[in-house]
């Protein structure tokens, strides 16, 4: 269970880098493995499989649930999209290889456009990772809040997206192999995670705290910010001045009608 770790000790970029490269690396060999071993040999490697495969989706789902830290929580969901992955290896043949091949580019592109946003919403000093800092987070980067949504529904395989067409084709290829104790594994924590996922979203819609951290502007803004601030600064002064203009020329102006009717006053019979 190294992988929590070093997704939240390593920068963004290269935790997304360490969850996308290696997966297919290892899913790869995985298949060459199982489609060269024979006889026994491959009887008693299926099997190995399917437990580790079992494992890997109800520890790594189970866990995922308890976190408060999004990039351990992806870490730990990673887990659970090994055990998915492993169920192509165990099914072999064609159909595994292209479902393998399509999962891996689904999840592949859903990780890093989660780790994307985490990196762009981040400072120079340290990751924003706490799910607690995305409070609200649609309110005031509304771009970088749909992405990190898009990105998590599809990796909890919602309709309409590329997880969820994924994940069809993983339990077309464990009906083809008649991989029933997988299949049904992969269901249950399919819906499980589901849980984290969508409170997560919920985090980021939810109304934004008046005092809610101020979020870094990106990398490169920083004179357009300024500038505008500046638009904003100058626009507000003009304001303030020409007020008080007004006010003294409304107080001219009622001296000047006072001082008319003391006058017609005094000529007055």
């Given at each position: 269970?190294?992988?929590p770790?070093?997704?939240?000790g390593?920068?963004?970029p ?7 490269v290696?997966?297919g ?6 298949l060459r493995?199982?489609?060269a071993?024979g006889?026994?040999?491959r009887a ?5 499989l ?15 649930l308890?976190?408060?830290n999004l990039?351990?929580?992806l870490?730990y969901?990673?887990?659970a999209?090994v055990?998915f ?6 099914a072999a ?6 479902a ?9 592109l859903?990780?890093l456009g ?10 120079a000093?340290r990751?924003?990772?706490r799910?607690?800092e995305?409070?609200?987070l ?11 949504t898009?990105s ?8 309409i997206t ?6 069809l084709?993983l339990?077309?290829t464990a ?8 299949l ?7 819906v499980?995670a589901l849980?984290?996922?969508l409170?997560?979203?919920a985090?980021l819609?939810a109304?934004s705290d008046?005092?809610a951290e101020?979020?870094?502007?990106p990398?490169?803004?920083p004179a357009?910010a300024a500038?505008?601030a500046?638009?904003?600064?100058r626009?507000t ?9 007004a006010?003294?020329?409304v107080?001219?102006?009622e ?6 009717g003391?006058?017609a ?5």
């Amino acid at each position: 269970m190294w992988t929590p770790d070093v997704y939240e000790g390593a920068p963004a970029p290269t935790a997304a880098f360490l969850a996308t490269v290696s997966k297919g690396g290892v899913v790869a060999l995985l298949l060459r493995w199982v489609a060269a071993a024979g006889g026994d040999g491959r009887a008693l490697l299926a099997s190995s499989l399917a437990l580790l495969a079992v494992l890997s989706m109800l520890a790594g789902t189970g866990l995922a649930l308890r976190q408060e830290n999004l990039k351990r929580l992806l870490a730990y969901s990673s887990i659970a999209h090994v055990g998915f992955l492993l169920v192509t290896a165990l099914a072999a043949g064609p159909l595994a290889v292209q479902a393998a091949g399509f999962y891996l580019v689904a999840y592949a592109l859903a990780i890093l456009g989660g780790f994307g946003a985490v990196a762009l919403l981040s400072g120079a000093e340290r990751d924003r990772d706490r799910i607690a800092e995305y409070h609200g987070l649609f309110w005031r980067r509304p771009g970088a809040a749909l992405v990190l949504t898009l990105s998590l529904l599809s990796l909890g395989g919602l309709p309409i997206t590329a997880g969820f067409v994924g994940k069809l084709v993983l339990v077309a290829t464990a009906v083809e192999g008649a991989l029933w104790l997988p299949l049904a594994t992969l269901a249950v924590a399919s819906v499980a995670a589901l849980f984290y996922y969508l409170r997560v979203v919920a985090t980021l819609f939810a109304e934004s705290d008046a005092g809610a951290e101020a979020l870094p502007a990106p990398a490169g803004l920083p004179a357009r910010a300024a500038l505008a601030a500046g638009a904003i600064e100058r626009p507000t002064a003009a304001r303030a001045l020409c007020s008080r203009k007004a006010r003294r020329v409304v107080m001219g102006q009622e001296l000047i009608v006072a001082a008319s009717g003391r006058i017609a006053g005094s000529r007055a019979p």
